[in-house]
C-alpha cells in the first residue's frame, strides 16, 4: 500500500465496510441501490469517509479523489438545510468517470447537509443501466432520509472524530467559502415583515409560524425537544406545544409521520 497515502483512514474505510453493507442491506434489496456511504467535511479540510465498497476505496485514496472539490465544494448549501443533485447525465470528470466506467455505478443522488463546523455529503448510487432509480430518489426523499437518520443511529461510533487516525488529509477546503444567502433571506423576510411560512401540496392554505417552522426543521434533524429547546432558548413544554400545534395542523400524529411529512412540506431556509 505504498501508493496510498492516508494510509490510516484507509484502513479504516476497510475495516467498517462489512458493517455498512450490513446496515445497507435493506436498502439495497429494496430499491436496487448498490453504493452508499456518507463523508463528513471538517472546518480544517480533514475529512471523515465511511461506505460500503472495498474495491473502489481502494481507487478512491490512490488517486486521491477525496480533492475533488468539484463533487465536495458547500459554498451552495444552505446553513443547517439539506442541498441535493441528481447525477445520470455522462460523468463530466476523472473521479465520476471511473465509478461509472470500471465499477458500474452511477445514477447518483448526492444529498449535502451544511452545519455550523461540519458538512455531510450524503451519496445514493446504483447500476449505470438503472435510470429510473433518478425518479426513486426524487418521489422518495423522505425515505432516504429516514434511512440517513437510521445510519447515524446505528453507526454512530464510526462518525467519533476524536480518533485522528480516522481522518483523511486533503488540500482542499469545502467550507471555506461562507454561505451568506441565509443572511440575505432574513433580511429579505424582515423587511416584509415575514412570519408565517405558507405549506405546498395539499396543505395549501395553511401556515406555519416561524417557531413552529423552525421546531420542525431541527424535529427532522433528529433532535429531541430537549435539545431544541436548549438550541433556541425556550422551555422543552414550549417546544413540545409548537410540535403538538404541527401535528394538528397537518394531521401527523407521531414522531415517524412529522418526519415523513417534512419534506414535502414547502419550509423555506430556518
Known sequence: MSNITNLSSFQFNKSCTPLVENLCEPLFTSFGITHFGCIRMLENGQMLRITNNKKWTKKFFQHEFYNDIDIYDMKDVPLNNQFYVFLNRPPNNQHLSMLCSEFNIWNFMFIYERFETYGDFWFFGTERHNYQIINFYANNLNVLQH??????????????????????????????TKYKEKKDIQDFLEKI???????????????????????????????????????????PKTIETY?????????????GDLISMFSKLNVPYI
Open 147 to 176: 434511512f440517513i437518520l437510521h445510519f447515524k443511529h446505528k453507526a454512530a461510533h464510526l462518525f467519533d472524530i476524536t480518533d485522528s487516525s480516522k481522518l483523511i488529509s486533503t488540500k482542499i477546503r469545502p467550507l471555506s
Open 243 to 255: 410540535v403538538n400545534n404541527i401535528k394538528n395542523k397537518i394531521g401527523c400524529h407521531t414522531k
Open 193 to 235: 415583515s415575514y412570519n408565517k411560512h405558507a405549506l405546498g401540496g395539499n396543505f395549501c392554505g395553511k401556515y406555519l409560524s416561524k417557531r413552529e417552522a423552525e421546531c420542525l426543521f431541527y424535529f427532522s434533524q433528529g433532535r429531541t425537544m430537549r435539545e431544541i429547546a436548549d438550541h433556541i432558548e425556550l422551555t
